[in-house]
């Protein structure tokens, strides 16, 4: 079988880190195709993201990717073990046979890693702290030190979904260089920043950031309607002033009667004038800025406990764009997987299996003011080359 490489990522935006990930799997496997799952307009960590999916996408493609999937947002917007599964199973189900990712520390055995912790049990209800820090506790314990760095984290959970899901994909680390995940300032040297800070740039309209991003990114953030959470701030707080404690209950993710919490602090509005104000307001020990951020998310698109679960029991894969090389390895999945493969949403789709993706993407369009679903066609890319999965 030939080899078909896979990235999970975000791209938010697509920068010079990214660009250099994929020219590390292009060196390692210069023949493989090369697939990337990637979330949509709303991130793992919960929150928007800066360009939709079709413009990172379209920069993905041009930077090298063969084909682009969605991971769905019931995939996407959750914590790392989750989102690692359902990023390793897109993949499986494209034929990926390799998975590269990004690691603060690529000589950890990430394989024999989750081996260790695979079957982890624990009291995770301890309320004068997080579930992330009493689960870190057992991975140190059981491993003989911390794994507690952003990208080593989604690593073991990559490995551990690796397993679960009888994958069989070979892991990948790449170190990553320059800039930490968190980094919220630019760096001076080189031309690799994080995320964070790009977006930091970008919003503040300060420094310039063409060092940093590949020219078609640059032209996007320069074109096209940028976005944050600022943008869904009042929304957000509408959701909270006009909905009750009891109402809220349904929404995923609710736990501990926190909801009780995230009413009162939006109803303070000399103190809570935005969404970033909110969250240090609500933030406590259990519930963490992320976990705040991810479960407002939900608040925001009404997403319940019952839409979640529907995606678990109809998953789908979600195409937006690929080149001839990508087409011949949706052409081989479409083949041998037995779950739907959706490249043009239809009426239908709208109302059943695509519902939930379908509501997302408009409270996305009701932002940045395009359509993001319904007759939106993949995006091709024709190149000369062609490889065959």
Request: glycine share 4%; aromatic share 12%; hydrophobic share 40%.
């Amino acid at each position: 079988m030939s080899q078909v490489a896979g990235i999970i990522a975000e791209y938010n935006p697509f920068h010079n880190g990214h660009l250099y990930q994929i020219q590390q799997v292009k060196q390692t496997l210069p023949d493989a195709s090369l697939v990337v799952a990637m979330s949509g307009n709303f991130l793992q960590r919960g929150e928007p993201a800066i360009l939709d999916k079709w413009h990172r996408a379209r920069q993905c493609l041009q930077a090298g990717a063969d084909l682009v999937l969605e991971l769905p947002f019931a995939a996407a917007v959750q914590a790392a073990d989750r989102f690692a599964y359902y990023g390793v199973w897109t993949l499986k189900q494209a034929g990926v046979t390799d998975l590269f990712f990004g690691a603060e520390h690529s000589d950890y055995d990430f394989m024999k890693y989750a081996a260790i912790v695979s079957e982890i049990s624990g009291n995770f209800n301890q309320y004068h702290e997080s579930y992330a820090e009493t689960y870190q506790k057992i991975i140190t314990e059981k491993i003989g030190h911390s794994i507690d760095q952003p990208n080593d984290v989604l690593g073991l959970a990559y490995a551990k979904a690796n397993l679960k899901l009888n994958a069989n994909l070979k892991l990948h680390p790449i170190q990553r260089k320059n800039a930490n995940y968190h980094d919220m300032q630019l760096a001076n040297q080189g031309t690799i920043a994080s995320a964070s800070a790009i977006r930091q740039a970008v919003f503040d309209q300060k420094t310039e950031i063409s060092k940093y991003v590949p020219q078609f990114t640059l032209q996007d953030l320069k074109k096209e309607k940028t976005v944050s959470w600022n943008d869904f701030w009042l929304h957000f707080k509408l959701e909270l002033l006009t909905h009750s404690a009891q109402e809220l209950e349904s929404i995923y993710g609710m736990r501990e009667g926190i909801q009780y919490r995230m009413i009162a602090m939006a109803q303070q509005a000399e103190t809570c004038q935005s969404f970033a104000q909110w969250m240090k307001a609500v933030k406590t020990k259990r519930f963490t800025y992320t976990r705040l951020s991810r479960l407002a998310t939900m608040v925001m698109l009404h997403v319940t406990q019952a839409d979640i679960e529907y995606f678990y029991q109809h998953p789908f894969i979600r195409v937006l764009g690929f080149n001839n090389n990508g087409k011949a390895v949706l052409h081989t999945a479409k083949k041998k997987t037995q779950y739907p493969i959706i490249t043009n949403v239809t009426a239908k789709d709208k109302k059943e299996i695509f519902n939930l993706d379908y509501r997302v993407g408009k409270g996305y369009q009701a932002i940045n003011g395009a359509e993001q679903d319904l007759k939106h066609a993949p995006i091709i890319i024709n190149d000369v080359s062609s490889k065959t999965p």
